[in-house]
């Protein structure tokens, strides 16, 4: 390499470069090493390497360089490390710095190569702040659902509770109509302290932990399918699975996942028809796929993003049940995972949710091992 493509190289790096010599006499400043310390290489070019360095760093080196040439052992050469520099204006700033030996015309020296980390700094304490000041946000969001909810629990169980007394006391004296708008304000106080009840778990999802633990997925699955026995034997519907795994997630959580989409696959049917549901699993390198079919009404793909959004609905309330945030509550708790949640249907095609969770490690084995 010549001289002039030395230049070049030096030049144009964008780290700063320093040559010096055993006694610390700084020998080359490159065009980087001047933006960065704000010192000319005429300025600097025969000077103490220390004035380039704050205290303690200053008087560090004194004494590393004492040492060295007294035992000829070194702890910094080869290794990069992060230090603190000091500029010609007196300002002290961080930096990436590599030292390695070098020689030349039978002269020891060293080469500095170091970066400005002032930047990157700035911007790590800015996304810091906007970190903390998004968490003071959700929080004061969070506060603000729970004080909503219980602000309004209170009228809601009056409502409530008067509701039921008029049922009780007054059902002889309403006609039909009254008896029909009495039975209509209990399912609507019922509906609003089911949609307080999600909204406060929706909002928990933004911070809680998920407390991941390994667990037998068909265990689960069993359990949701006992607590729906009713709504099946009602239905006429028919639950079958595959070969279900072990995995590593929030139990509870996950089988608040399994509650919402057997619930909607037993809700969201045709006029007369048997729900059928089949639940399985697919490995995807460290995840399990589960998937919940079913042969319902289906839904238009158009309508796919919008369906896990809160309180989006594609039917009317008075046809099918809902507070609209089942799937929204599903995709929050997946997302938790390190998942992802999507859907694949077609209108009067049924529908198949897919939802990923992470598989069982060493760890969860030997811990299922050991279990009873």
């Known amino acids: 390499m010549t001289k002039s493509q030395l230049q070049a190289i030096t030049d144009t790096s964008v780290d700063g470069i320093i040559l010096s010599d055993a006694e610390g006499k700084v020998l080359f400043f490159s065009r980087a090493s001047e933006r960065i310390f704000g010192y000319s290489s005429d300025e600097i070019v025969g000077e103490d390497v220390r004035l380039l360095m704050p205290s303690p760093y200053s008087e560090a080196h004194s004494q590393y360089m004492a040492n060295y040439r007294e035992t000829g052992r070194h702890t910094i050469i080869g290794i990069g490390r992060e230090v603190m520099g000091r500029r010609k204006s007196g300002e002290v700033f961080p930096m990436d710095l590599y030292i390695g030996e070098q020689e030349a015309g039978g002269e020891a020296g060293f080469v500095a190569v170091l970066r400005d980390l002032t930047e990157r700094r700035q911007d790590e304490e800015q996304r810091r702040r906007l970190f903390e000041h998004s968490a003071a946000i959700l929080a004061e969001q969070i506060h603000f659902v729970h004080a909503v909810s219980h602000d309004l629990r209170e009228p809601l169980r009056m409502i409530t509770s008067f509701c039921g007394r008029l049922q009780g006391d007054y059902r002889d004296r309403l006609d039909a109509r009254g008896q029909e708008y009495l039975s209509l304000a209990v399912a609507a106080a019922e509906r609003m302290g089911l949609i307080l009840d999600d ?112 309180f989006k609905r594609l039917h009317p309330r008075g046809r099918y049940d809902g507070t609209g945030l089942g799937l929204a509550i599903c995709r929050k708790i997946v997302e938790g995972f390190g998942g992802t949640l999507s859907v694949r249907s077609s209108e009067g095609q049924g529908s198949t949710f897919s939802f990923t969770v992470a598989a069982e490690g060493e760890a969860a084995e030997d811990d299922r091992t050991k279990a009873p």
């Open 199 to 310: 909204l406060v778990e929706f909002a928990q999802l933004s911070t809680e932990k998920e407390g991941a633990s390994p667990f037998d997925s068909s265990v689960v699955l069993a359990q949701e399918v006992e607590c729906f026995a009713e709504a099946i034997r009602r239905t006429g519907a028919v639950v079958t699975q595959g070969e279900l795994p072990w995995v590593v997630a929030n139990p509870i959580r996950f089988a608040r996942v399994l509650q919402n989409l057997i619930g909607n696959a037993l809700k969201y049917v045709g006029e007369g028809v048997s729900p059928r549901i089949h639940v399985e699993a697919a490995r995807e390198g460290a995840f399990w796929r589960f998937s919940v079919s079913d042969n319902g009404i289906g839904i238009d793909p158009r309508h796919f993003g919008r369906i896990f959004e809160p």
